[in-house]
Every structure is written in C-alpha cells, then in structure tokens.
C-alpha cells in the first residue's frame, strides 16, 4: 500500500484525447493566441487535479510550416498540452468521415439518410485508413512524451486503434481506454464494417471504462458475439488474459460552479437576468447542436405545452443555448436549418410585438457565453429541459444540480442520457420521442410543490457533489494501476 501511493504521489497522467481543451488562434507567423474550450471532456478533467497532467491531442488548426507547428509547440507545451498535428485530408477523413461520420451516428443509435448511408460505405475503407494513420500519429507523439510509471489514459471512439499501437511498442505501458458515448447494443455494433479490428484493438488496453454499466455490458456482448470470446463480470477473457471492463460515470468539478456562484460577478449577472425575466417562469436548454441532443423533439414539445395551456404563454420562456460544432459535417447543416425553422415557426405562432417565447441563443467564438454567465443562468432557471435521444452522459444536466442549492428548480432528463442512471431519483425522467409525455412534464415541473422540488433536489445535489470528476478520474486511475500490479503478480508467479 505504502509503494501504491508513493508510485501515486509522483505520478504523471498522459491524457490522450481527439482534441486538445484549447483553441489556438495564429496572430503572426510564430505567434499564438490560446483560449480553453467548451466540452464535457475538458469540463470534467479540469476537476482532475491530484496527478501531474499532460495532454496530448490535436490543437484544432491545420499548421503545416514548421515555424508556426515549432511556435505553437512551444506555446502549449507552456501549459502543459502536447500536440499532434494533423493535415487537412487527414482531418477530413478520419474526423470529419470516419469518426463523425460513422461511429458518431452509429454509437448513438442514429440512422444517416439512405443517401448519406451509401456514401458514407463508398468511401469507408479510405475513412478507415486515414483513421489507423491518424491514431498512429498520436501513437508517435505519445511515446516521445512517455517515461516509465506514466499512466497513459486513452479517450473516446477516436482513438479506438491508440491502446494496441502503444502497447505493440511497449507492452509494459499501464493504459487505460475510456468511452464518453454510449456503446449501442451488440446488433447495433454489429452493422460496422470494421467491427473486428476495432473491437480487438480497444481490447489490447489494460482498463476499459464506460459511462454505465449498460455501455459496459453492451461492449462484452459485442465481444463474445462477434470476435467469440468469453464475456465474465469482470471484462473480457481471451485465452486467459482478460481485460477489465467496467463503468465509471464521469462527474463535474461541483465546487467549482458553487463557488462561481458566490462571486460579484455570477451574483450581478443573476441580477441582471432577474430584472429581464421577471415575471415569467424560465426554462433552460444548453446543448451543442447536435442531432443527438434531441432540440427539435424538445421544442416540438414546448410548442405542444404552449398549444394546451394557453394561459402559460406570457409566463414562462424558454432560453436555449446552441453552441455549433463539426459545421462542416451536412447532417449537422440540415440539423441547424431545422432547428431555426421551428423556432422561427414558435415564435412567429405564440410571441407578441413585446416578447417571444424561445430565445435561441447561437454561441459562437466571438460571441461565446462566459462561464460566469453559464453559471448565472443555470442559477435563475426553474426548469432545465434535456431531450437527448442519446447521450453518453450529459454534465448540463449535473452542471444546473450544482447551481441550484438556493432556488431548487426542476430537471427533466431524458431517459437516454447516462445520467439518468444517477439523477433519476430526483429528475422527471421522459422519453424525447413522446412529446405529449414531455409537454406533461413541462407543466408538472412548473407547478411542483416546494416539498417535492427541494426533496428531488436534495437527492441529486448529493450525487453531483460526491460524485465529481475527481473522483472519477482518480477512481479510474486506481484501478488501472491495480490491474497493471495484477497482471504483473501473474507473470511473477
Ligand atoms: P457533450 O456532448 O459535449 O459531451 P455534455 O456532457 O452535456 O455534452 O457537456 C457539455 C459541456 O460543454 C458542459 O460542461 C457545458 O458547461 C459546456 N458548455 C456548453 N456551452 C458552453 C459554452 N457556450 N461555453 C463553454 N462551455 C459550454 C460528451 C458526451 C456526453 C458526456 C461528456 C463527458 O456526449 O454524453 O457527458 O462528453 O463524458
């Protein structure tokens, strides 16, 4: 026990992931301006801070001289991120194409237009090619960073191929692989082309983590059924070596959102929303457009609500938040369309010369919403609506439960979402596809009795304040190190 934590105290943390937590922007030829990004991977490991970490994953511009990939090296390295530069081709192909394109849909259950389907099969062997060759330019850059006792950590559908190049050239690597979607049922999985190799490649890790525990058993039945190995409740055996497999839902840095809140800054933007929305109930979406977050299904759903009771139009109001990502994918062009079309459609039916009932907010990079202003929001709203259809998790959700200890408003989380798993005690759970279901539950939260609402909150509070992500990644890290000291006790023996 003594040499586990002397081996914890000192230990680095490689994480790797598809994207660095920062956007670089080149202001001359060798200069850089660097700004920390939105996502629920860098949410949750800014919580993690109990190792030495670094990161290793792509800034997210293409720089091909040498000058700008030395300057901007150099930049990062200051803050402790690694990077891996990858080509535009490569970018397209194997994020754009493979990634986004066909896992992405695929590991959430959607289905791509026939059309899309088709092209997506023409020119998958080429998507899956540039795929092995960028988890292999990660692979180079991880090793050149590596030095004994490092925990490497591997993250998401991305970089699938990462654990069995690592391992091919240093078997003694502790490596860990961890999933942030969900992993769809085994006769979903099974439709993949390349099923095999990626199956056989994530399985050359040590640890194999998911969001629950579903996810988990979804993935050792897709490696029985397809590759034929031996499913236990421990992982995955394959003559005799078995990789552990098992849940480990991620969490948020609650503190840090409680302790926003405390700030001049939160209190008057808390102020400043109250005096606009006074008067009226608030409801809240934040999302990434994203055909998994289910935005139409939830306005169609506030469109019903208004529809049936007439007497909340001028009381209550939604205000969603948007943040764009992969613009260039056309699935998610078709999605941005249809979202401003129903709530042009809302708002022209139900607003009046004074107010509208959706305030669609687009976040942008030079119109970005502030943490400070996140915080405030998640603060005033009484009810938080998340339809996801899927969803590996969803922090939005753990994000609003930590800032609500004061007004005790309610959530309604879809039952897709992993962290229905956690707060379903405390949530209106619904199904997004039933939108009378949802419109029902919009009402039942506006009207919730302060008894129930503080006694739901109470539930969910408790879980995101004890469940956080430090506990998650060190939880995660634990048992990586155990299972390393197992399998080498084995080879002892
Ligand atoms: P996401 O699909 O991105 O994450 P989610 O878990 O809800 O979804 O995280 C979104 C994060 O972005 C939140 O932390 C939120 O605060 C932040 N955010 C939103 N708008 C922002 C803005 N304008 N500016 C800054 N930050 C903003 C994926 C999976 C999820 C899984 C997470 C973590 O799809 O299911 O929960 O990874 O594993």
């Known amino acids: 026990a003594l040499s586990a934590k002397h081996v914890r105290e000192k230990q680095r943390l490689l994480v790797v992931a598809n994207r660095l937590p920062v956007s670089a922007t080149r202001k001359g030829e060798s200069s850089w301006a660097l ?48 990077p891996v530069f990858l080509d535009e081709e490569t970018v397209d192909q ?12 695929l590991f959430h259950y959607i289905g791509l237009q026939q059309e899309d389907r088709l092209a997506a099969t023409r020119s998958l062997q080429s998507q899956f090619s540039a795929y092995k060759r960028a988890n292999r330019l990660f692979a180079e850059v991880v090793l050149s960073q590596y ?16 654990p069995k190049f690592l391992k091919e050239a240093n078997s003694r690597m502790k490596l860990g692989w961890f999933l942030h979607t969900p992993f769809p049922s085994s006769e979903i999985y099974r439709t993949l082309p390349l099923r095999s190799e990626l199956l056989k490649a994530v399985l050359t890790a040590d640890l194999i983590g998911f969001h629950t525990y579903d996810y988990a058993r979804h993935f050792v039945s897709a490696c029985t059924r397809i590759l034929g190995l031996e499913g236990t409740p421990e992982g995955v055996e394959d003559q005799g070596k078995l990789t552990r497999v098992a849940a480990f839902p991620i969490g948020i840095d609650s503190e840090r959102f409680i302790k926003a809140l405390e700030t001049d800054m939160v209190r008057s933007h808390i102020q400043k929303l109250r005096g606009r929305f006074a008067g ?45 990502t992969r ?34 907010l687009v976040v942008m990079q030079d119109r970005s919403l502030e943490f400070h202003e996140l915080c405030a929001l998640y603060a ?3 009810v938080l609506l998340v339809t996801s259809l899927r969803d590996g998790m969803n922090l939005v959700s753990y994000e609003y439960v930590a800032c609500q200890n004061t007004k005790k408003g309610v959530l309604i ?79 002892l023996r």
């Open 35 to 82: 700004e920390l990004s939105a996502g629920g991977l860098v949410s949750a490991l800014l919580g993690v801070r109990q190792f030495e970490t670094r990161w290793i994953g792509w800034p997210g511009v293409n720089v091909q001289d040498d000058k700008g990939q030395k300057s901007l090296s150099s930049a990062l390295e200051e803050k402790g991120f690694i």
């Open 280 to 324: 009226r109930k608030v409801m809240l979406g934040v999302d990434r457009l994203d055909m998994i977050k289910g935005i139409p299904q939830k306005l169609l759903a506030f469109e019903k609500f208004l529809e049936e009771s007439p007497e909340w139009q001028d009381k209550v109001l939604l205000v969603q938040i948007a943040v764009p």
């Open 413 to 491: 989380l879809s039952e897709f979402a992993g962290a229905a798993q956690s707060l379903g005690a405390g949530a209106i759970l619904i199904n997004p596809w039933n939108i009378s279901e949802v419109a029902a539950s919009i009402e039942d939260a506006l009207t919730m009795k302060e008894v129930e609402r503080k006694e739901r909150h109470r539930h969910n509070f408790m879980h995101v304040t004890t469940h956080t992500a430090q506990v998650w990644a060190d939880t995660f890290v634990s048992e990586l190190n155990d299972t390393i000291v197992e399998a080498e006790l084995r080879t």
């Open 94 to 105: 194997y994020y754009n194409g493979y990634c986004n394109n066909v896992l992405w849909p």
């Open 380 to 382: 005033i709203t009484d």
């Open 147 to 162: 030095q004994d006792g490092d925990v490497v950590w591997c993250h998401d559908y991305h970089l699938m191929f990462l």
């Open 327 to 360: 613009t260039d994918v056309h699935e998610y062009q078709r999605l941005t369309s249809q979202v401003h079309e129903i709530v042009g459609r809302i708002n022209g039916r139900f607003g009046t010369l004074g107010t509208v009932p959706i305030h669609h």
